[in-house]
């Protein structure tokens, strides 16, 4: 029997959302060509989509195993252990992405967010940076870059880097609220409102929006409106009694 039907077969299904029986016709694969490091990768990446995190895993570094060279494999299994909360793990797992593929523009965005994760923010702006050096346009990297260059204090470039994430993606809401927060720290009280809003705008269901201009409002003095925003996070979120009391009375004694 030739691997590759199963294989073929296992992608085919799993195209069409038919994940078990994918699993199963990827399984006959590795059966047939058990060397196949790329039949344990994707297999990986089906266990993955059904939840079955730690098989895939198992998966993952058997391709690794196979291939040590494989940064696919590297970059999927950095995944895995990310959303299991093992982030340095996951760091030494996207740097081997990034050994074997110089130019892979996610790994080094992910390695990014994993740095800033674990608070090693000048590690995390040159992930960034490298991110964007590779693919100018990355909106996303832009935008985190931002938060990076906020926490890190530099809160003007901070405001450049949330521009920039904007421009390359005018509808990028969470891009319109973080401008809209450096700009309040900034001083830059009216603009903050706009771009707040814009982010309200665009999604009026953005909780935190609605915060962020709660504050700029009472900011400006606009006690009355920073109270609507208080009762729009109220219906978002269902906020608990306690938690609707504690906001109205920052807006009070602020």
Same mark, same amino acid.
């Given at each position: 029997?030739?691997?590759?039907?199963?294989?073929?077969?296992?992608?085919?299904?799993?195209?069409?959302?038919?994940?078990?029986? $994918?699993?199963?016709?990827?399984?006959?694969?590795?059966?047939?060509?058990?060397?196949?490091?790329?039949?344990?990768?994707?297999?990986?990446?089906i266990l993955k989509d059904l939840g079955k995190t730690q098989e895939s895993e198992i998966s993952y570094r058997q391709a690794i195993k196979i291939k040590p060279d494989f940064a696919i494999a590297h970059y999927n299994l950095a995944s895995i252990l990310k959303d299991d909360g093992k982030s340095y793990e996951a760091e030494i797992s996207y740097r081997q992405a990034?050994?074997?593929?110089?130019?892979?523009?996610?790994a080094y965005f992910n390695l990014g967010n994993t740095l800033l994760d674990l608070r090693n923010l000048k590690e995390a702006k040159l992930s960034y940076l490298k991110a964007i050096e590779i693919k100018p346009d990355y $909106?996303? *990297?832009?935008?985190?870059?931002?938060?990076?260059?906020?926490?890190?204090?530099?809160?003007?470039? *901070?405001?450049?880097?949330?521009?920039? $994430?904007?421009?390359?993606?005018?509808?990028?809401?969470?891009?319109?609220?973080?401008?809209?927060?450096?700009?309040?720290?900034?001083? =830059?009280?009216?603009? *903050?409102?706009?771009?707040?809003?814009?982010?309200?705008?665009? =999604?009026?269901?953005?909780?935190?929006?609605?915060? =962020?201009?709660?504050?700029?409002?009472?900011?400006?003095?606009?006690?009355?409106e920073a109270r609507v925003c208080s009762e729009k996070i109220m219906s978002i979120r269902s906020w608990s009694i306690m938690g609707s009391y504690s906001f109205n009375r920052e807006i009070k004694l602020n």
């Open positions: 029997n030739d691997h590759r039907v199963f294989s073929n077969y296992g992608a085919i299904l799993k195209g069409h959302g038919k994940l078990k029986e $994918a699993e199963l016709s990827t399984r006959k694969s590795i059966e047939l060509s058990p060397d196949s490091a790329i039949e344990h990768s994707n297999l990986g990446t990034i050994k074997f593929k110089p130019d892979f523009t996610e $909106a996303n *990297a832009h935008l985190n870059l931002g938060t990076t260059l906020k926490d890190l204090g530099n809160l003007q470039d *901070a405001e450049l880097a949330y521009r920039k $994430a904007i421009e390359l993606n005018p509808d990028y809401t969470n891009a319109h609220s973080d401008l809209g927060s450096i700009l309040r720290d900034l001083g =830059n009280l009216q603009e *903050a409102e706009v771009s707040t809003r814009k982010a309200i705008e665009l =999604n009026p269901d953005y909780a935190d929006a609605h915060s =962020n201009l709660g504050r700029i409002l009472r900011d400006l003095g606009n006690l009355q």
